[in-house]
T-cell receptor, first 112, second 113 residues
């Protein structure tokens, strides 16, 4: 069974700082990898989706990379803002079936 | 319309009650999902419907009964729940099961007394 781990579990940074969130997975036979944002008590908002054949995706201040061989993905947030404070989850979709595994999450706080 | 809606937002029920959660999308998506999320934990997949047929049931207890009456609507029928079933229940949809981005609803916060 796929295991998806995110480090760190919590992160606090001052506003304006660039930061990197890490996601590791044990089974490299993924179909795609997706990054989500979740505000407290709310649903999930999709940020970026990287297909297994891709190396990275960018959207505004966000850049996600994927290295299947090492079982890693990173989410880079540039010039962080207080509004970026949320929990960030990565999730891998396996190449067989519709199994979708979420990571353990990183709780981000951006201090004004 | 790029939204997944869920009703109710909050639900409190006793262990002997029968209730239902509703999820709706009008994006033409043919895959719909139910997830359960406990506090400070990631979502756990419960069910997947693809073209209105149940394709995945992640060993969920029978007190949870999903139903997909049509391609836009997904229900989760609840009966004889336990207090440990209290959680945020999230619905999601995607154009097809598997390869595409999943769009999530805001969730239903369920409390079982």
């Amino acid at each position: 069974k796929q295991e998806v781990t995110q480090i760190p579990a919590a992160l606090s940074v001052p506003e304006g700082e660039n930061l990197v969130l890490n996601c590791s997975f044990t089974d490299s036979a993924i179909y795609n990898l997706q990054w989500f944002r979740q505000d407290p008590g709310k649903g999930l908002t999709s940020l970026l989706l990287i297909q297994s054949s891709q190396r990275e995706q960018t959207s505004g201040r966000l850049n996600a990379s994927l290295d299947k061989s090492s079982g890693r993905s990173t989410l880079y947030i540039a010039a962080s803002q207080p509004g970026d404070s949320a929990t960030y989850l990565c999730a891998s979709l396996m190449g067989t079936g519709n199994q979708f595994y979420f990571g353990t999450g990183t709780s981000l706080t951006v201090i004004p | 319309d790029t939204e997944v809606t869920q009703t109710p937002k909050h639900l409190v029920m006793g262990m002997t009650n029968k209730k239902s959660l509703k999820c709706e999308q009008h994006m033409g998506h043919r895959a719909m999902y139910w997830y359960k999320q406990k506090a400070k934990k990631p979502p756990e997949l419960m069910f997947v419907y693809s073209y209105e047929k149940l394709s995945i049931n992640e060993s969920v207890p029978s007190r949870f009964s999903p139903e997909c009456p049509n391609s836009s609507l997904l229900n989760l029928h609840l009966h004889a729940l336990q207090p440990e079933d209290s959680a945020l229940y999230l619905c999601a949809s995607s154009p097809r099961a598997g390869a595409d981005t999943q769009y999530f609803g805001p969730g239903t916060r369920l409390t079982v007394l």
